[in-house]
Structures are given as structure tokens and as C-alpha cells.
């Protein structure tokens, strides 16, 4: 094969090229680079593509390996780069140094054949001309050849282009994030004032080996990983070799951090291309022998492919294609027969980076506790302990304690923990609360230890579909759970069998009414005490909150179907308590649902206000709601039913089960505004007779009257003023602060006043229906709702995260882990500007209903 038909078998572009320049052929012989010599910026596109085809040649035809192939592209970017910036300091001439940084991929020699080229600038004397020639540089080169991206510069595109040695250290020491020593790990000079380069990287270099000690360092890099991940819709991620599962970003991240972690100590490790510190890493005993040359394979592997997807049409692209002519351009390009067989090798390799990816990151950590000695990498603890760190675990010797706990001795559970575990560390290291989750992870694992089907479970659980190199989802989303919610592992603890929810979606998808009522009922029926019976009927209730939370913590369920489920969920434990509560005596009862309970609308630290009423015998009635009471409030290791009869007619002083008739009575004669508005919450649970109508006929009477209004807007003036906690923070909290649920709700519910026509207990329905019937503008409707959604959604969140419902967004670590779990990262200043936003628009949407006379 002559070197034009090697070229016409990677490159469509390049041999296109060629065909029509046949003038340019012989230039691929001979000393390509020196075509560049005394180059104009018109030669260059002609320049850079004749050395391309001969560097692809090469290639693909054996005669250079890839990381040949990758320091053959690197130095013509370098030789590119010198001769623009020599065209540049004849354009503006001055007096004025400029020292041109390689960083990326091009300053560790492993560049590709398209790619940014990542430069930074450091000036000296004139700045404004160094800046007018690192300008010419990057306009250029980005014109005629490759795309120079100065944007790892300090402070990124909104930062200077050049700054002076002094103003980029002062940046660094001041200023700069944990990216951004990362990025120095691979700069090299490589144009214009040397000398100044080599000033700048020998006071810069050190800066990136003592990153490890940065406090933010864990927050960043979980942060860095997560823009990652989010940066590919999920739909492409299954064929994007870079930055997809076992993908070329899973071993540079892997590689890089442990350089950090351990170049400060070990300066063989402070080297710049990925193949170079692979070889270090097993040189410095950091990594196995075979792992290492496993790694290497298959990330020549992917970069190969990476090469030949880029240079077919010289377009800069990680996805692999589709089955069809393209695919089968590539595979054949690569030396594959057919289609399945490339793919099945990528698959194979992508699932050993993925495997490497977390042994890399967390297997030593086993092999530092193991006790029996192997042949593979052990680490010292201290070791492990600084990995552990760098990893996010904030006491990394109790961390290792515990997996030392959990793979001590030589048995098949230990065996098996020590395959789960890299799997379980590596969702640790990004979920908010790491080593409580390891503590959590195990204490189930200990309670479960003995049950024969827990770690096969975990082990085996797959998607359906999956192949077999596919993590199993369920150990997966249990570290994910663990290291985020306190109130799921407090459940779990509890219920540990209900770990078998985990293995599929369709058991995560909470039980109906129906379903819920007729379990708990049969399962009390079993028990003829009512204390054992409710023990029963509670155990179903812990695993079905399980369910729910596990659901939502996993983004399987949204709000809205979190307060149906919490709300069925406390209907069947009231009418079963209430079954269970008369089964010696019974009289017609109702049970009426009130506040975000009667709306469906409960969050998991919600009371549930109820009103009981009786139309029967007032003791038979007095005594079932007490027991039902009783039974309900017995000391549990759970999350409470607190009943809160508080809304019953005269309140504490009047009866706990008033009847029918003095129910009635009571709103004919003593009622105030309020109850009325309260009564817009009211759904009827359990009814042994009619009492819905009378309700309508209360809640949807006519308009309120100018007289009511006043009174209206007088109390919640009240609220405003007196019910909020001392020292509580009015903007942050979700209750009675600016713009939280109070004031969207009484807002909503005046409304309701206003226009009985709007009859739905529920607030978002309400506001849906009050914007369709022009009640309320589009713009005052969405402030509304989107808030509510929001307070709503950050009350479940606290509850979620913090084990306990709170009312206030807390301050410190726990906001931190409210923020990610939210989808903030770290950032929870971005997270509290956020919901300061929509609460201030809400309130003052909320304001302007109250205030203005009805429509």
C-alpha cells in the first residue's frame, strides 16, 4: 500500500486534499516540519495539512506507535506556535516579552490530530504589546490550523489574556481553584521568552503539588466529575468514548489524582503525559504490575479510536457511530472484520477502564487493610489514609477501620465485600456525606451479614438488559442513598430486607391506597392485641417510607407524587388504626384530613391535622379516638403519625370527638374567617356518613365580604409578625419566611374566598385553575407556583438529608449536603441565591393578591 492509499483509508479530508493539490504529494517526503521554516500565515493551512497526512501515514501504517504519533502532533503545534509568535513580534514590535505556555493534552506531548491547543501567556515589559501579540498567536493559529484556546489563563475568558509573572503567581496563591493547579500539572514552555516560561513554571509547579492540602479540594473535585457527567445527554453516553463510563476521562481523572495525592511526596510522579505516569505509578508502587498494563492498553485503545474518528473528516469528535457505513469505515480503519467484532472489544475496554478506574481509586485502599499479604499493591495506611482524604472521607482512619471491619479474615463474605467495596467508595466519594454513609453501609452490612442472600444480592442485581460488564445498580444506588439521606438509612437500619427494592424501578414505584389499606388491614387482622397489631401495620409503614424516599431520593418520583404517596400513605394508617381502635365498640365516625395533609400535599416531616367527628354515641366515640390515638403515639424507632387535633371546633378546650350536630352548630353560629379558610383544606379520610356536602356548603359559600377581607389581610399581618421563631432568618425559612408556604398558601386560599368556583384542596391545582379563569396574571401565577414547588421540595430535602424535619435551611456542612442533593454541587451560595430569588418574587406576588381588592 503506497502512502496515498494509507491516507485515503483514515482520511477522507486529507486525501480529498490531495487529490485536489496532487502539486503537494512529493512534500510528503522528507522533513515535513521545515516546510514551517520561515512560513507566511497564508502557507500555513497547506503546511499544517501536508504534516498531518504524514504524521497519520505513519500511523496507520506501523512506522509510529501512538505516543510517537502523539509527540509528532505536539511538536507541530509546538513549531506552529514558535512561528506565529515570531510573525507576531515582527507585526508589533517593542519592548515586550512574551512566554507562550503549553497546557492540556499539548503541553504533556499527547496531543490529537484535532484538538484545542491550550496555551497561557505570561508578559513581561509592555504588556498592551505582549497582549496584541498573544492575540496575533491565538487568532492565527485558530484561523489557519488548529483552535488555540487560551481559557485556562487565570480567571478564564473574562481574564486578562497576559498577565506578568508577578500578577499570575499573586492570582494563583490568592484566587485559584483546585482545577485550575491541576491544569499545571502538564504545562511546559514551549515559545516565545523561554526564559520568563521557565521563571513562571519553577514558582508554579510547586503550587500543584501542594493542592492536596487545599481545604476545598474534595468539593472541587466532586464538582468537576459531576460537570462531566451532566455534560453528555444520557441518551449519547453509551457511545461516547471520552467522556462516558470507561471512558478516556475516567482514566486521566483516576491517573491525575493520584498524582496529586502522592506527587508531593514522590517527585517521580510529577510528570505530564498519562503513558508517562502510568509507568511511574507502577514504578513508585502505587499501582499493580498488571492493572497498569491493563490501564495502558486500554487507553491506547481509546485513544486510537479517538484518532481515527477525528481524522476521517478532520472533526473534533468523541461519540462512536452508529451501526452503518460510518462504524464500519472506522472498524476497518482499526484492522477489525466486522462491526460486533470492533464493538465487542471497545465494550471490553471501556469496561476494564471503568474496573481500573475505581481499583485505581479505591481497591489499594483494601489491600492497605487486607490481612493477608498479596502480590499486588498494598499501600501503607498512611497512604490510604491521604487517598482517603483527597477523596472526600473527612476521617479517613475511622473510614479505614470500617473497611477493615468489613474485609477481615478469608471468608466468602469478606471475599465478596472486597469486590463491592471500590464500587461502594467510589459513590461515597460523591455523595455528600461520605463517611456516614460508609458507617451506614457497615452497619447494614453487619446486620445482614448472616443472611445468605444480602451480598449476592448486591453483587448480582443487574438492569435488565445490561451486559455483563454493567454495575449493578443496586450496590450502586445503595452508597448513593447511604451517603445522602440520613432518614433513608435510619429506615433502612430498621427494614434492612427492604434492600430488594433497590434491584428494580418497578419496586420503587409507591403502592396505591388500595393496595396500602387492604395490606395493613390484613396484617393487623393477624394479631389480636392492638399494640401488636399496629407493630405489625407500623412495619408496613416503614418499608413503603422506604420505598417513597428511596424514589425520590433516586429521581424517580417527583414532588407532587411524593405528597400523594406520603398522604395515601397516612390514610391507610389512620383508617386501620381506627379498625383496629373499634373492634370491641363502634359508633359512626368521620375522619377529616385539614392543612397539607387535607391537600395531599404531606411532606415526610408533616403532622396530620385531622378532625374527628361522631354521629353515635359521644364515650364509644371518646374512647376509639383516644386508643387510636394511643396506638399511634406508642414509642417507636421511626417516623412518628403525630396526630394534631388542633383545628377540631374551640380547639384544645372544646371535645376531642365533637358530634355531628355540634359540629354543625358550631360553624353556623361561632366560627371565625380562619376556620372557614381552614375548611379549604378538608378532605374526608373515612366517613360513616355524609358529611362531604356540609363541608361545601361551609368552605364554598358566598364571596367574602369587605368586612372579611380586612379582617383577612389583619391576621396575616399577625402571622407575619408574631409567629415566626426568634432569630429565625425570615428569607430562609420555608415556613413562615418571605415568600415561603404560608404566604403562597393563605395567598391561594383568599382566593378561594374570593371566588368559591375555585373548589380543590389543593394548592398547585387551585393556582392552575385560578390562572385559567383569569383570576390571577401568567406572571403572578408563576411566581407562585414556582415557589411553592421549590419550598416545598427544599422541606422534603431537609427532612431527607437531615433525618428530622426542619423548617429552617440550615448553615455549615448541613447546607452543603442540602445544596447536592438539591443539584447545587458545592455551591451553595448559588443554591441560596436561587431560592432567596424565587421566595422574593413569590412574596411580593403573594402580596399583591392579598392587597388587592377582588376581581
Known sequence: M???????????????????????????????????DGATPGDLPTAWRINLARIAIDDYRGRADLPATMRSLSTLADTILRRTYEIAEAEYPGDAGLAIVAMGKTGARELNYISDVDIVFIGSGDLDIATRRAEYVCRTMSEYTWQADPNLRPEGRNGPLVRSLDSYLAYLRDWARTWEFQALIKARPVAGDLDLARRWQAQVAPMAWEAIDRPSLVDDIRDMRSRVEKSIPHAKRKWEIKLGPGGLRDIEFAVQLLQLVHGRADEDLRVKSTFDALDALVSGG???????????????FLRTVEHRLQLRRLHRTHQLPRPGPALTHLRQSLGHIADEDFLAVWRTHAATARRLHEKLLYKPLL?????????TLRLSESAATTRLSALGFSDPATALTHIRRLTAGVSRTATLQKNLLPVVLDELADSPEPDRGLLAYRQVSESLGSTPWYLRFLRDAAPAGGGPNSVPPAVTRLARLLGTSRYFTNLLQRSPQALRYLADDADLEPRTLKELATGMRKAAARHTDPGVAMGAVRAIRRQELLRISAADLLGLVDLRAVARALSDLTDAVLT?????????????LAIIAMGRYGGQETAYGSDADIVVVHDGDPAVAARAVSLMR?????????????????????????????SFTAYRRYYSTRSLLWERQALLRARVVHADFDIEPYLDSVRYAAPITHTDLVDFRRLKARVDTERLPRNADRTTHTKLGRGGLVDIEWAVQLLQLEHPSL???STITTLDSALSAGYLAPETHGHLRDAWLLVSRVRNAMTLTQGVPRDQIPTGPALGALAAFLGYESDTEAFLNDYRFLTRHAHNASEEVITQDPQ
Not at 502512502?3 to 512534500?27: K, Q
Open 630 to 658: 394511643d396506638l399511634l403515639n406508642a414509642p417507636a424507632n421511626e417516623p412518628p403519625v403525630t396526630l394534631d387535633f388542633g383545628l377540631r371546633p374551640e380547639g384544645k378546650g372544646g371535645p376531642l370527638v365533637p
Open 286 to 300: 502505587y499501582l499493580a504490575r498488571q492493572d497498569g498494563a491493563d490501564l495502558r492498553e486500554a487507553y491506547a
Open 759 to 761: 373548589q380543590s384542596t
Open 367 to 375: 489491600d492497605a487493610v487486607a490481612s493477608i499479604p498479596t502480590e
Open 576 to 588: 386501620t388504626a381506627l379498625a383496629v381502635a373499634t373492634r370491641a365498640e363502634n359508633t359512626p
Open 2 to 36: 503506497d502512502d496515498l492509499s494509507a491516507l485515503a483509508a483514515v482520511s477522507d479530508s486529507l486525501s480529498d486534499f490531495f487529490t485536489h493539490h496532487p502539486e503537494h504529494v512529493p512534500a510528503l517526503e522528507g522533513d515535513t516540519l521545515g516546510l514551517l
